[in-house]
Structure formats: structure tokens, C-alpha cells
């Protein structure tokens, strides 16, 4: 038979390493889940993120309408009245 003392010395190593191998899996686990967060929060850079949507209509666009004009002529200053 083990006598006592071997046995709290096998008991312990088991601790021992089962208490390495949670470190190990913890630290990993975290390591990950913070380059991931990093990741999805880091800036975009312009050109690699795609734009969802956009105008319905952009023929509207290509010519300006009177209101439109009247609108930027108060802007600029440039209005007749």
C-alpha cells in the first residue's frame, strides 16, 4: 500500500497541474477575446469597409432644380433681390 505522505504528494501534483492547465486556458481565452474586441473596434481604413445603400435616384443629382440654385445663390451671397 502508498502510505499517507505519497499520497498527498500524488494529490498534490495532480492539483498542481490541473491549476497550470486553467492558467494556461484562462490567460489563452483572454488573449483571444481581447484581440477580437481590438480588432472589431479598430478604425476603419478608408476603402476597406463597404458602404451599405445608397441613392435611390441619383440621376436627381446631375441637374440642379431652381429651388436648389435659389438656395445656393442665398448661400454665396449672389442674390438679385
Known sequence: MVD??????IAYAIFAI???VMIYYI????RYNRMSVM???A?????????????RNPEQFDEPDDDALEEMAELL????D
Open 77 to 80: 451671397g449672389d442674390d438679385e
Open 39 to 41: 480588432d472589431e473596434n
Open 18 to 20: 490541473s491549476l497550470g
Open 43 to 55: 478604425p476603419k481604413i478608408a476603402g476597406s469597409d463597404t458602404l451599405a445603400g445608397g441613392a
Open 4 to 9: 499517507e505522505s505519497t499520497s498527498k504528494m
Open 27 to 30: 490567460t489563452k481565452q483572454a
